[in-house]
């Protein structure tokens, strides 16, 4: 069974930072993409940014330049960090990972910007 944790959410304010951790853990054989998605209540979840095994990476147009995203594939963990945020970066972030053809994902962790 794969479990996938995520933490590091929480409330901060416009321009402020916050760093996203996800840790997958189980039957793991090897993690292929590793990316991050949000959605807001009412909205469809959308893509944040994703890496691949080998460090390619791929951003939402609207996070370039502010997010950052990073693998350590030794501790099974993708990180999140989040720079500049602004009060339409509020959502639910999910963590997802693709082992073997197939998709896994996290219970999430609410970002709130918010002054």
């Known amino acids: 069974q794969v479990q996938l944790v995520e933490s590091g959410g929480g409330l901060v304010q416009p321009g402020g930072s916050l760093r996203l951790s996800c840790v997958v853990s189980g039957s793991i054989f090897r993690i292929n993409t590793m990316g991050w998605y949000r959605q807001d209540p009412g909205k469809q979840r959308e893509l944040v940014a994703r890496v691949t095994s080998d460090n390619t990476v791929n951003y939402a147009d609207s996070m370039k330049g502010r997010f950052t995203i990073s693998r350590d594939n030794a501790k099974n963990t993708v990180y999140l960090q989040m720079n500049s945020l602004k009060p339409e970066d509020t959502a639910v972030y999910y963590c997802?990972?693709?082992?073997?053809?197939?998709?896994?994902w996290g219970k999430g962790t609410l970002v709130t910007v918010s002054s």
């Open positions: 997802k990972a693709d082992i073997v053809g197939t998709g896994y």
